[in-house]
């Protein structure tokens, strides 16, 4: 098992919950993203610099993973695409992506792509709080242990 992090956007916290459980549990973690990004010193952690352009970390992901990976985003399109492919998506939240929910989650996903394409106001999602974080890490832990 590898972790692939679509790395844009996952906050802070969140890679330092990642860093520690890749050394750990001595799992291969790779950050995509468009821009260097910066991992501690680890054979286990590196960075996977892509170049600019729409998507082009996503469809990277989605090019390298395999059968039983772990892919960290809150981009739904991707987790779907990486659940096709056989492997687990899990957001930043804590939310694992699984063929039984990820359907209705892009259904959601496009409604509010049309609200906020109408005008509607939606604000983005909250911050992330403790409670995120600890579901985060339960998830991550437990997925981890089976796969050890």
Not at 17 to 39: D, F, G, P, S, W
């Amino acid at each position: 098992m590898k972790i692939w992090v679509d790395a844009d956007a996952v906050p802070v916290v969140i890679k330092d919950i990642l860093n520690r459980a890749a050394q750990r549990k001595e799992v291969e973690t790779i950050y995509v993203a468009n821009q260097y990004i910066r991992t501690p010193p680890s054979k286990f952690i590196r960075s996977m610099q892509v170049p600019q352009g729409f998507d082009v970390a996503d469809d990277e992901i989605v090019k390298l993973v395999e059968l039983g990976d772990l892919v960290i985003t809150s981009d739904i399109p991707l987790a779907a695409e990486v659940i096709e492919k056989g492997a687990l998506a899990l957001s930043g939240r804590g939310e694992l992506f699984t063929k039984e929910n990820i359907r209705s989650r892009l259904n959601i996903r496009d409604f509010m792509d049309t609200m906020r394409a109408s005008g509607e106001q939606s604000g983005g999602p909250p911050p992330l709080n403790q409670k995120d974080r600890q579901n985060f890490s339960n998830h991550l832990d437990r997925i981890l242990t089976a796969s050890h």
